[in-house]
């Protein structure tokens, strides 16, 4: 069962890398949202440095969205899915190693650019430092949350703007905890461990439950 779930990692990741949606498309579109954020605002140093946090947490969860879509309706359309669901691997380990590969490839590239691009919003090294270990911890919770719309999405032809109805309400706390832990760094009475402990303990409820739930709804959709 190891091997299989290995192997079906390693087989998205190539696919993924392949198709050309997975890290760079999400760095770019990161990167986008960073750099015209600062034109619209206005030359205040200050406030860049404020809102900072807030913007780069946002480009961050619009980007790991990217590609979602596809997760599922790729192997769904070719008959992939048939063939996978009949190896020694349950649908919900399926769904899992999915779920990995998506965040390998256009998840933890974001985390790894976020120090760099933080630089643009003025943002200063304990806010970086926070953001980058908020980022790490929060950014899998958005994926595997989105295994729950794509697996949906999967039972329609063009399911790209259902997966983000269905995928952005349910990542709101991610993005309130994610971005209240990274403003403690600019100071306030609130400790960073309070937010970020929640924020774990929302991406470990993702981890065990979204590849349940999306396991759940490709079977509804298949039948």
């Known amino acids: 069962m190891t091997r299989a779930f ?3 990692l390693s087989r998205d990741l190539a696919l993924a890398i392949r198709a050309g949606g997975g890290a760079g498309l ?3 579109f990161f990167l986008a949202v960073v750099v015209v954020t600062p034109f619209a605002i206005g030359p205040d140093l200050a406030l860049l440095a404020r809102i900072g946090p807030a913007i780069l947490w946002i480009g961050a969860l619009l980007a790991s969205l990217i590609g979602l ?3 599922f309706a790729a192997d769904a359309e070719d008959g992939a ?3 996978l669901s009949m190896v020694a691997l349950p649908l919900e380990l399926i769904a899992a190693a999915k779920g990995l590969a998506h965040w390998i490839a256009t998840g933890l590239p ?3 650019a976020a120090p760099v691009l933080s630089l643009l919003l003025n943002l200063q090294p304990a806010s970086i430092g926070a953001l980058t270990l908020t980022l790490l911890v929060g950014t899998p919770a958005i994926t595997f949350l989105g295994l729950i719309g794509a697996a949906f999405a999967s039972a329609f032809r063009r399911g790209g703007l259902l997966v983000a109805v269905l995928v952005m309400p349910l990542t709101i706390p991610v993005l309130i905890f994610g971005v209240a832990a990274t403003g403690t760094a600019l100071g306030g009475t609130v400790p960073f461990d309070t937010p970020f402990r929640i924020l774990a303990g929302l991406s470990l409820a993702a981890l065990v439950l979204g590849p349940i739930a999306a396991a759940a709804a ?4 298949r039948e």
Request: proline share 0%.
């Open 69 to 71: 879509d596809r997760l």
């Open 81 to 83: 899915l048939d063939v």
């Open 110 to 112: 974001l985390v790894v």
């Open 6 to 8: 290995l192997a079906l």
């Open 218 to 221: 490709l079977r509804a959709t």
């Open 26 to 28: 999400g760095v770019v």
